[in-house]
């Protein structure tokens, strides 16, 4: 019961959050209405400037493959959360949240990510959701 | 005298680090205080006093976050909702209502904005010292790309004469103590990017005097005031705070232009926004 108050705290926070910390650019790439949690493969890992990206092969129910392209916020906000480069690697299986695009659905803003078989989404930090720094 | 001033200066220094380093960083609140370059400096240190230099200056290193009006100039500066278009000449408002947001020139890797810009990330500033004493102050914004570094001239030089200033990102900037405040004095920008991401212009005629103070040791008070007859209709004063960050960050690179995406997934290719020439 405790942990399904704070999950859906960590939600809420993640509802609420998000419109406060709007920041350059994310209206005008992705859409809120376009929310998704998927399953899929980890394909790479970008540490890269000025924005990390995550890319997931997620094979839906026809077998077909697409290869989703996760933006995350600048690596510098997650090395300070303590995330090291091997907590993440190609081949592992992760569930994630995501704002598709506007135009490019399977470019999305990444919203949380979680090893299958973890309950605690990576990179969170001290919080209990995740919102990019990108958002922010 | 001058030596024992130092030496104890030091030792305060080295006895007061660890007591700092040891304090535990303030949880954040909420689900989103994340950025900004990480979790802030805890309520009992900011509350610490200000430290100084060997010479007795205020030390106002940081790194620091926040301090600025960058994302949305009229909500950040604390003004009412319409106050800031009674500050924009008639052309700067209809070209600030023009304005689309993916054109920022920010999201091209171009500089932000002029001070006092918002910077979510980590910034500090750097007392240099010479043989002639404090010369020049740095400050440095983590996100260089976007930030770059600003340079102020503390050896009593003045500012050239127009016909000799070539306007740039940053102007040109000198420096000199009032006291414990120092106070920042630009001329000479170029009025090429925008002052927020909502597209408030200003042109090369801006002017920006930023007086900086640090009443204690969590905190960074610069009242700033910018004027420009060029796009303003009177000068607008503001009182930022920025806040120390948590001890043990220090600021990391940030080479905005390796892996910019920014578009594709909205469908559009940003323009570089760049450019406050009034509408015909």
């Known amino acids: 019961m405790r942990r399904n108050l704070g999950l859906l705290a960590a939600v809420l926070c993640m509802f609420l959050a998000a419109p406060l910390v709007a920041h350059h650019g994310f209206e005008t790439e992705y859409d809120r209405n376009k929310a998704v949690k998927l399953t899929g493969v980890v394909t790479?890992?970008?540490?890269?400037?000025?924005?990390?990206?995550?890319?997931?092969?997620?094979?839906?129910?026809?077998?077909?493959?697409?290869?989703?392209?996760?933006?995350?916020?600048?690596?510098?906000?997650?090395?300070?959360?303590?995330?090291?480069?091997?907590?993440?690697?190609?081949?592992?299986?992760?569930?994630?949240?995501?704002?598709?695009?506007i135009v490019v659905e399977s470019r999305g803003q990444l919203r949380s990510i979680t090893k299958v078989g973890e309950t605690k989404p990576l990179f969170s930090g001290e919080a209990p959701g995740f919102v990019p720094p990108s958002l922010q | 005298?001058?030596?024992?001033?130092?030496?104890?200066?030091?030792?305060?220094?080295?006895?007061?680090?660890?007591?700092?380093?040891?304090?535990?960083?303030?949880?954040?609140?909420?689900?989103?205080?994340?950025?900004?370059?990480?979790?802030?400096?805890?309520?009992?240190?900011?509350?610490?006093?200000?430290?100084?230099?060997?010479?007795?200056?205020?030390?106002?290193?940081?790194?620091?976050?926040?301090?600025?009006?960058?994302?949305?100039?009229?909500?950040?500066?604390?003004?009412?909702?319409?106050?800031?278009?009674?500050?924009?000449?008639?052309?700067?408002?209809?070209?600030?209502?023009?304005?689309?947001?993916?054109d920022e020139p920010y999201t091209a890797c171009l500089p932000m904005a002029p001070p006092p810009a918002v910077h979510p990330y980590p910034w500090r500033i750097v007392q240099s010292y010479t043989w002639r004493g404090m010369?020049?102050?740095?400050?440095?914004?983590?996100?260089g790309d976007s930030g770059a570094h600003r340079q102020i001239f503390m050896d009593g030089r003045k500012h050239p004469a127009p016909e000799e200033l070539l306007p740039t990102w940053f102007g040109h900037s000198i420096g000199r103590w009032e006291g414990d405040t120092l106070v920042v004095d630009t001329i000479g920008y170029n009025g090429k990017n925008w002052y927020d991401q909502k597209g408030m212009p200003y042109t090369d005629?801006?002017?920006?005097?930023?007086?900086?103070?640090?009443?204690?040791?969590?905190?960074?008070?610069?009242?700033?005031?910018?004027?420009?007859?060029?796009?303003?209709?009177?000068?607008?004063?503001?009182?930022?705070?920025?806040?120390?960050?948590?001890?043990?960050?220090?600021l990391s690179e940030f080479i905005c232009l390796e892996n910019n995406q920014y578009g594709i997934a909205g469908g559009f290719r940003p323009g570089t926004g760049i450019g406050n020439e009034p509408l015909k």
Request: aromatic share 8%.
């Open chain 1, 44 to 101: 790479m890992v970008a540490w890269t400037f000025p924005h990390m990206r995550v890319y997931v092969d997620v094979t839906d129910a026809k077998g077909v493959v697409t290869n989703w392209n996760l933006e995350m916020g600048t690596p510098n906000d997650y090395t300070r959360q303590g995330w090291k480069k091997g907590d993440l690697l190609p081949g592992e299986k992760v569930n994630f949240e995501a704002f598709g695009g």
């Open chain 2, 1 to 102: 005298m001058k030596r024992v001033l130092v030496m104890s200066t030091l030792l305060a220094g080295l006895i007061a680090l660890p007591v700092v380093y040891a304090q535990e960083a303030v949880a954040p609140s909420g689900g989103y205080s994340i950025g900004f370059g990480g979790t802030r400096i805890s309520a009992k240190d900011a509350a610490r006093p200000a430290p100084r230099l060997p010479d007795g200056k205020p030390d106002l290193s940081g790194p620091w976050v926040r301090g600025g009006v960058n994302n949305d100039f009229e909500t950040d500066a604390g003004m009412k909702p319409g106050e800031l278009a009674t500050y924009l000449q008639p052309w700067a408002k209809k070209l600030m209502d023009s304005r689309k947001a993916q």
């Open chain 2, 135 to 143: 010369t020049h102050i740095f400050i440095i914004h983590e996100n």
């Open chain 2, 205 to 250: 005629q801006l002017h920006t005097i930023e007086r900086y103070t640090r009443p204690n040791y969590g905190t960074m008070v610069d009242n700033v005031t910018i004027e420009d007859p060029g796009a303003f209709t009177r000068p607008i004063n503001l009182k930022l705070t920025a806040t120390h960050v948590r001890p043990d960050i220090e």
